[in-house]
């Protein structure tokens, strides 16, 4: 038992050691992209039903250090602000499965080959789905009418660089980069090395089992690093890996959810299609066309490297690493603690005159305020008060029809469950 948990333990320290520089650059990078490039002016690029802007929303998703999560708000925003169905497909499929932080990670762990072909696959797999989209929208498509949203804005500074950098991005990713961490590790103790070459030799089937993995589960694209590498030095083919890196972060069921009940059905099809389809076609083309050892001797030779040149710094980053981690769980605790102090005072001021809804999908924090934000400009309606945990909204408004309490919140990008 004591051998497992050594090999266990050393095993997790490996990949947190690989992982953490190129972490805390992309980290740093993310910040600079939020200051330089506000949503604001990215929506400006997504206005139109051509291949112009699903090139352009394509193009500014693939460095976007965005969650199939926290891209949908972003991607129904854009679509709320006149952005065109086939450019809003494109940014949410392009978005979730890269990012600066993730580009850099998987150099990090898969070498240069799967780090350069990572966000050109989910460049050209927006591409396709945005044009598709557009396609379904020019021939009548569901319909659906837009409401502008606008964004709270921020602060463009160097403060709000590190603030957003290492603070909020830190703690939108990492209960799931430590949770691929974990899963990583246990792979690398319990599955044995030549578990794919003997058992599943078709690299077909092994891509299809990552699909039927990936697609209903949600995978973060950064913590979805350290598995597939874990799978490839295992035996994985890279083209499965590539499978698993590219529909894990960008399909989960609740995002399917809230896309086909917010775009359509179609465009939900073209959403899935794209994905699915893009993942298994070059995914293909990496096993047919390109040699393995391109990715396989990438692999231990950076971390040869690694271990013998410049330890102390990857040990380092480490430590500041878990150090912005633990920072983000105590930020987020006492967050917490002062909005349940404000949901407190919000619910003593309201009367006895409150109607809850249910509504689905608020995953984290910005989605709590998205809602309470959007319901709160309705006409007749003082005070709201939404309940992530439970799925609830309550509301304190005078002659507000269910209907419009319904259109509001399903135009926001959420699902509308009934009133309770």
């Not at 494109?90 to 070498?111: C, K, N, R, W």
């Not at 698993?244 to 073209?270: C, E």
């Not at 993942?279 to 396989?296: H, K, Q, S, V």
Request: net charge neutral.
């Amino acid at each position: 038992m004591r051998e497992i948990v050594g090999t266990y333990t050393g095993e997790l320290v490996g990949l947190v050691n690989e992982m953490s520089p190129y972490l805390l650059l992309g980290f740093l990078f993310a910040g600079v992209l939020r200051v330089i490039f506000p949503r604001q002016l990215i929506t400006r690029y997504m206005g139109q039903n051509n291949f112009r802007s699903v090139f352009n929303a394509s193009l500014l998703g693939v460095p976007m250090p965005l969650c199939s999560c926290g891209v949908l708000p972003a991607g129904i925003g854009f679509y709320r602000n006149g952005a065109s169905r086939g450019p809003t497909v494109s940014f949410l499929i392009s978005t979730p499965q890269t990012g600066v932080d993730s580009i850099l990670a998987t150099y990090s762990l898969l070498g240069l080959p799967l780090a350069i072909i990572r966000p050109v696959v989910a460049l050209f797999t927006g591409l396709f789905g945005g044009v598709l989209g557009n396609a379904v929208e020019r021939n009548g498509g569901d319909d659906e009418d837009k409401e502008g949203e606008s964004d709270k804005p921020y602060e463009r500074s160097v403060k709000e660089l590190f603030r957003y950098g290492f603070v909020e991005l830190v703690q939108d990713i990492s209960k799931w980069l430590v949770i691929g961490m974990l899963v990583a590790a246990l792979l690398a103790v319990l599955i044995p090395g030549d578990f794919f070459t003997s058992t599943i030799s078709s690299e077909y089937l092994a891509m299809l089992l990552m699909i039927l993995a990936s697609v209903p589960l949600y995978i973060c694209a950064t913590g979805s690093i350290p598995i597939a590498a874990v799978l490839m030095m295992k035996g994985l083919a890279p083209g499965a890996a590539l499978v698993l890196l590219m529909a894990g972060p960008a399909t989960n069921i609740a995002t399917m959810a809230v896309i086909g009940n917010t775009l359509g059905r179609k465009s939900l099809w073209v959403y899935l299609g794209s994905i699915i389809g893009g993942a298994l076609f070059f995914g293909i083309l990496i096993n047919e066309f390109l040699p393995r050892e391109w990715f396989t001797g990438a692999m231990p030779a950076m971390m040869h490297e690694h271990d013998h040149v410049t330890g102390w710094f990857f040990w380092a980053s480490s430590a500041l690493l878990v150090l912005l981690i633990v920072n983000g769980y105590i930020m987020k605790i006492l967050s917490s603690r002062k909005e349940r102090l404000n949901d407190q005072n919000k619910e003593a001021r309201m009367k006895a005159d409150i109607i809850t809804y249910r509504v689905e999908g608020m995953t984290c924090d910005h989605c709590k305020a998205t809602v309470e934000r959007g319901l709160m400009d309705l006409q007749g309606v003082s005070e709201v008060l939404a309940d992530r945990n439970v799925g609830q909204v309550r509301i304190q408004a005078e002659s507000v029809p269910d209907e419009r309490i319904r259109e509001t919140i399903e135009k926001l990008g959420y699902s509308y469950g009934g009133k309770l």
